[in-house]
């Protein structure tokens, strides 16, 4: 795996672990309310896969809208001869 996936695991590990602490201590300390911290929890679980989801698929999208256009391979030969030909 490369630095920036391992970053990444790294930073949605941390957040989960900190996440699980501070809905523990919600539990705990609002029990009676438990349903709204229950529907509260879902609901930042929803929209932070629906963020993922939505930042994953504009990533696709703009790297298809920035691809660059290659030639096929008998057209760069022929551009590129000229280079090749050094004068001395």
């Known amino acids: 795996?490369?630095?920036y996936?391992?970053?990444i695991l790294l930073c949605v590990?941390?957040?989960t672990v900190c996440l699980?602490?501070?809905f523990t201590i919600l539990f705990i300390a609002l029990w009676q309310f438990?349903?709204?911290v229950g529907a509260s929890l879902l609901v930042i679980l929803l929209a932070g896969s629906f963020t993922v989801c939505v930042v994953s698929?504009?990533?696709n999208t703009h790297s298809q809208l920035t691809r660059?256009?290659?030639l096929p391979l008998p057209k760069?030969?022929?551009l590129f001869s000229a280079y090749d030909q050094q004068p001395y």
């Open 5 to 7: 996936i391992k970053f």
């Open 57 to 59: 698929l504009r990533g």
């Open 76 to 78: 760069q030969d022929k």
């Open 20 to 22: 699980t602490i501070l």
């Open 1 to 3: 795996m490369g630095g």
């Open 13 to 15: 590990t941390i957040t």
């Open 68 to 70: 660059t256009q290659y």
């Open 34 to 36: 438990k349903i709204i």
